[in-house]
T-cell receptor, first 113, second 114 residues
Framework: GENVEQHPSTLSVQEGDSAVIKCTYSDSASNYFPWYKQELGKRPQLIIDIRSNVGEKKDQRIAVTLNKTAKHFSLHITETQPEDSAVYFCAATRPSNTDKLIFGTGTRLQVFP | GAVVSQHPSRVICKSGTSVKIECRSLDFQATTMFWYRQFPKQSLMLMATSNEGSKATYEQGVEKDKFLINHASLTLSTLTVTSAHPEDSSFYIC??????????FGPGTRLTVT
């Protein structure tokens, strides 16, 4: 089955710096890769996603890149702000009747003012 | 649009009792609902997938007789934790899909078993 690895587990940056989180997946049939932000005790919130027919997608300060050959995808946050501090999860899914998501292990991002 | 609610948000129960958690899609019909468990500082682990009117599909290692899932309608799925034990204390989150890739998450239920 699918396995998703995520690095780093923790990331501390200064406000204004960029943050990059990387994920690798094992199932070459996976074709949808969302990223979620989760604050303590809250639900995961979708912040950006990418499909396998696209190599890069950007939404203001957030971007995601996908390398299908290498089976990895990355989240890039530029001009970080303290309110970006949270746990970020990547996920992957393959086309199937269930469309179930397999989550990465999470990255705790701390942005210091 | 695509709002999912969960009830209760927090519940404390005694060891050996059963607890029911509800997950509702408020403004859409959910073809599939998913139940996750999240322990502190860990990732979301999928427990089971349910489709309306059919039996749930459980992930490996999840006891179907302990975690009863009912998906009686296109807007409601319930998870019942039977004979709860302290090790079942966790954050339970549901999500709902409506046919596409995206899943819409509920706010979660914090279960504490004493």
């Amino acid at each position: 089955g699918e396995n998703v690895e995520q690095h780093p587990s923790t990331l501390s940056v200064q406000e204004g710096d960029s943050a990059v989180i990387k994920c690798t997946y094992s199932d070459s049939a996976s074709n949808y890769f969302p990223w979620y932000k989760q604050e303590l005790g809250k639900r995961p919130q979708l912040i950006i996603d990418i499909r396998s027919n696209v190599g890069e997608k950007k939404d203001q300060r957030i971007a995601v890149t996908l390398n299908k050959t290498a089976k990895h995808f990355s989240l890039h946050i530029t001009e970080t702000q303290p309110e970006d501090s949270a746990v970020y999860f990547c996920a992957a899914t393959r086309p199937s009747n269930t469309d179930k998501l397999i989550f990465g292990t999470g990255t705790r991002l701390q942005v210091f003012p | 649009g695509a709002v999912v609610s969960q009830h209760p948000s927090r519940v404390i129960c005694k060891s050996g009792t059963s607890v029911k958690i509800e997950c509702r899609s408020l403004d859409f019909q959910a073809t599939t609902m998913f139940w996750y468990r999240q322990f502190p500082k860990q990732s979301l682990m999928l427990m089971a997938t349910s489709n309306e009117g059919s039996k749930a599909t459980y992930e490996q290692g999840v006891e179907k007789d302990k975690f009863l899932i009912n998906h009686a309608s296109l807007t409601l799925s319930t998870l019942t934790v039977t004979s709860a034990h302290p090790e079942d204390s966790s954050f339970y989150i549901c999500s709902a899909g409506r046919g596409g890739y995206e899943q819409y998450f509920g706010p979660g239920t914090r279960l504490t078993v004493t």
